[in-house]
């Protein structure tokens, strides 16, 4: 008989534990955008966000490896306890969510459960456009993946959905440059080009959880009538409509309020950048996954 490896032991006893908190994974510092905006409308759950800023950017890389990733910091939220791990990350919600919910979960915890932020996203799109015109502005990876131009296609089908990859925008807001002169030219570069690709759009999603620090400057270089869609509000009443809905996974995640912040690379580091995404003091803990 194949025994079963401790990790997957301690997981499946994790399962019938006492509650714990929920899970926010992110390449980065970003899905900080998406846990801000979660807390915001359900204060009394426990958090514990986990950045992988060590392998980070996950934008660039391939599907595989964003994968890999992806379930190894999965599987180290369920390690600690998460019964409820939410990928805050357009990447890994892209590239690795269908594929650790189909074929993972019920190896690691079959009770535990994994949700991305790019169905929420999705669902609510064709309430933002009279047109039918959407622009979606995101990494390389999430645009080569097709996940929004796919998932709107189902909620949507009468909706033209155009793409554009940003891939200088991550950089430049995890370097502070952002708001910078090369900061601005490289903001005006992707809103011209994707506005050249469809005249008719009204409005543009902000497919990644950093650019809604690009709110200010994109505003800038497009028309008024165009609205700009940030997932972060969007994903918080959707988890609160899931919890509703869910009482058994709603009932194992723990409520004092508490957040910890974990980060696989160096922890002043990451919390001097998560200072920009939550305008609050951040201590975070180094660990590796």
Known sequence: MRRKSPLLMIIKDKNNSAPGPIGVFDSGVGGLS??????TLLPYYDYLYLGDSARSPYGTRSFETVYQYTLEA???LFQMGC?????????????ALRTIQQQDLQRLAPN???L???RPTTETMSAYTQTRHIGILATPGTVKSDSYVIEISRFAPNIKVVQQACPMWVPLIENNEHLSEGGLYFVEKYIQSILKKDKDIDALLLACTHYPLLIPSISKFIPSHIKLISQGAI?????RDYLSRHNEIDNRCK???QV????????ADFSEKAHLFMEEPIVAESMQI
């Open 74 to 76: 999965v599987t180290a």
């Open 116 to 118: 991305g932020v790019i």
């Open 260 to 267: 910890r912040y974990l980060t696989t690379e160096d922890a």
């Open 255 to 257: 409520r004092s309020g």
């Open 34 to 39: 998406i846990l801000k905006e979660i807390r």
């Open 235 to 239: 994903v918080a009443q959707k988890l």
């Open 83 to 95: 019964p409820l791990v939410i990928l805050a990350c357009n990447t890994a919600s892209a590239k």
């Open 112 to 114: 535990n459960r994994v």
